[in-house]
T-cell receptor, first 116, second 111 residues
Framework: SAVISQKPSRDICQRGTSLTIQCQVD?????MFWYRQQPGQSLTLIAT?????????ESGFVIDKFPISRPNLTFSTLTVSNMSPEDSSIYLC?????????????FGEGSRLTVL | DAKTTQPPSMDCAEGRAANLPCNHS???????VYWYRQIHSQGPQYIIH???NNETNEMASLIITEDRKSSTLILPHATLRDTAVYYC????????????FGKGTLLTVNP
């Protein structure tokens, strides 16, 4: 299994500011993913964070708005830049279980962001 | 990735089996069926996955039809703690585990 810690668990931010969310895993993992869950909606993949290379963004998400860092195999950050109320969501970090290729992913508890 | 269709909601009595259906009629030969669930205010939790054979683990059983166009997740003895949104996801091995979540089924287990 994998234990994933996200910080902050929740925050209230002002329009136009930026917030960085941290994801710490208790073991080394190859692939880390960042998801967004808007109120009452399902999860949407933002990007895949690969160690040692640029993150790979999904359609509709850009690096300027959601810069991601992946400095090592246990840590990643997602920044939500120049926030607007539409960015109010839960942001979730996810990791692949191991290198077995099972496709079993572990998720953090999420970071609930409210933008005023 | 193939799309899936699930009923938006289901009810189940506590202690009874919960059978959650999923249609994935356009599934490809190398795509697996995954089930995750999300309990309120928590991150999603992996339940089970399979290719074409039925699978069982400590949480649930997965029944995949012979033509692989549909599947059923079975919680053998549902408890109140099983109340959650259940997501059926089809994903190929070459997709680098990029899960595409649909709307899922809200299962409500009633006392």
């Amino acid at each position: 299994s994998a234990v994933i810690s996200q910080k902050p668990s929740r925050d209230i931010c002002q329009r136009g500011t930026s917030l960085t969310i941290q994801c710490q895993v208790d073991s080394q993992v190859t692939m880390m993913f960042w998801y967004r869950q808007q109120p009452g909606q399902s999860l949407t993949l933002i990007a895949t964070a690969n160690q040692g290379s640029e993150a790979t963004y999904e359609s509709g998400f850009v690096i300027d708005k959601f810069p991601i860092s992946r400095p090592n195999l246990t840590f990643s950050t997602l920044t939500v830049s120049n926030m607007s109320p539409e960015d109010s969501s839960i942001y979730l970090c996810s990791v692949e279980k191991d290198f077995s290729g099972s496709g079993e992913l572990f998720f953090g508890e999420g970071s609930r962001l409210t933008v005023l | 990735d193939a799309k899936t269709t699930q009923p938006p909601s289901m009810d189940c009595a506590e202690g009874r089996a919960a059978n959650l259906p999923c249609n994935h009629s356009t599934i490809s030969g190398n795509e697996y069926v995954y089930w995750y669930r999300q309990i309120h205010s928590q991150g999603p939790q992996y339940i089970i996955h399979g290719l074409k054979n039925n699978e069982t683990n400590e949480m649930a059983s997965l029944i995949i039809t012979e033509d692989r166009k549909s599947s059923t997740l079975i919680l053998p003895h549902a408890t109140l703690r099983d109340t959650a949104v259940y997501y059926c996801i089809v994903m190929g091995g070459g997709s680098n585990y990029k899960l595409t979540f649909g709307k899922g089924t809200l299962l409500t287990v009633n006392p």
